[in-house]
């Protein structure tokens, strides 16, 4: 495997300062996009909101890396909070992955907080509770969606592989395997590139058709879609060793590399949209080059320099282009393009300097298994 390239740690020491500042700053806040340059508490404009984990996600890994009890006061903090997520219930749905795995297990993991593992055997059982056994699937979202999945929920799963793990309860592994299996078979096209959304008749399970969600349109690429499979398959590989993950992972991870070639190692928000006007999403590329990095550890070790230079020099270009190291200013990673027709394009998002924080530590081997 190449070394760590040396700019990864003084780049790490910088942006674990920042975040620093923003933990001093905001107290038990959970951030989201910065308005008029500042970050909203999220936990209090909408607890049950789908990124309300990152920021404590984040914060653990920077004090699994550091040891600076800031951070993980910040974390627990954070963690309290969502507790008001369970109260509210109504709105909960697949996310509940994102949110309670990069908050409670993650703290779990670290600690063995007892209350840490009830809150996320309390979020898997939720999650359990999407499956349809018709289809095979975990249902996504809500509303008259009952047939709806999405392929953001690649990465919720990891909270059933947890739970299946620390109560061994098979049921968890197989409601998980189940998920991936129609999500592999249906929404992952032939040639590597993946659907938003796949819409499935709830009754029977068979594929009605599949959307560009937050894409450009049907047959779109959307590059954050991308990343969530490629990170997604090569983590339900790591939790199940099932070679189809691997491989479906592999194919993903291709026509990702494929398609940046092009624009300087940084994604456009959708592969198969017009090419102008050009809008980039720093998130796709983060969250790719984290799963891009695990699945250099998974394949024969002829492969592993290919994904694992890939991952660098999508950092790179991201940390070289896309950054604000001010510790005055809220929001690390700029760029960032939550959804096509969204009219937020290329602003700061939290789970982009999730990803950032995690992709530095694996590089630096100070990565621990978050999800």
Not at 19 to 44: F, N, W
Not at 130 to 143: C, D, I, Q, V
Request: net charge negative.
């Amino acid at each position: 495997m190449t070394e760590t390239p040396a700019w990864v740690q003084p780049l790490f020491d910088k942006v674990s300062a920042k975040a620093k500042a923003e933990a001093i700053r905001l107290g038990s806040a959970i951030p989201y996009i910065p308005e008029d340059g500042h970050y909203v508490d999220m936990g209090k404009k909408d607890v049950i909101w789908w990124t309300n984990g990152f920021w404590a996600g984040t914060q653990w890994l920077l004090y699994h890396a550091t040891g600076d009890p800031v951070f993980k006061q910040t974390a627990e903090a954070n963690e309290a909070v969502l507790d008001g997520a369970f109260d509210k219930f109504i709105g909960l749905h697949h996310d509940v992955g994102f949110m309670w795995d990069l908050s409670a297990v993650a703290d779990y993991r670290l600690t063995q907080n007892n209350r840490s593992w009830a809150r996320g055997l309390h979020a898997a059982t939720l999650l359990a509770g999407r499956y349809n056994p018709r289809g095979k699937f975990l249902r996504s979202w809500n509303r008259d969606r009952a047939g709806w999945v999405i392929i953001d929920s690649m990465m919720n799963i990891n909270l059933l592989y947890w739970a299946r793990d620390e109560q061994n309860d098979p049921r968890y592994g197989f409601m998980a395997e189940d998920h991936a299996d129609t999500v592999m078979n249906n929404i992952v096209r032939p040639d590597g590139s993946v659907a938003h959304i796949g819409i499935f008749d709830p009754t029977t399970g068979a594929l009605l058709k599949t959307d560009g969600g937050q894409g450009y349109g049907v047959g779109s690429s959307w590059s954050r879609g991308q990343a969530w499979a490629l990170y997604g398959f090569a983590l339900s590989y790591e939790h199940t060793q099932k070679e189809a993950y691997l491989d479906t992972a592999k194919r993903v991870a291709n026509y990702f590399l494929a398609n940046i070639a092009d624009t300087g190692d940084v994604p456009l928000v959708d592969f198969r949209a017009p090419r102008e006007p050009k809008i980039v999403d720093t998130s796709a590329g983060l969250c790719a080059a984290c799963g891009l990095l695990l699945l250099s550890e998974q394949v024969p070790a002829l492969e592993q320099s290919l994904y694992y230079d890939a991952a660098v020099k999508i950092i790179k270009a991201i940390a070289d282009g896309y950054l604000d190291l001010d510790a005055a200013t809220d929001g690390i990673v700029t760029g960032g393009t939550p959804a096509y027709f969204d009219d937020q394009h290329e602003v700061r998002m939290i789970y982009s300097d999730f990803f950032l924080i995690e992709a530095l530590t694996r590089l630096l081997g100070k990565n621990f298994l978050i999800w």
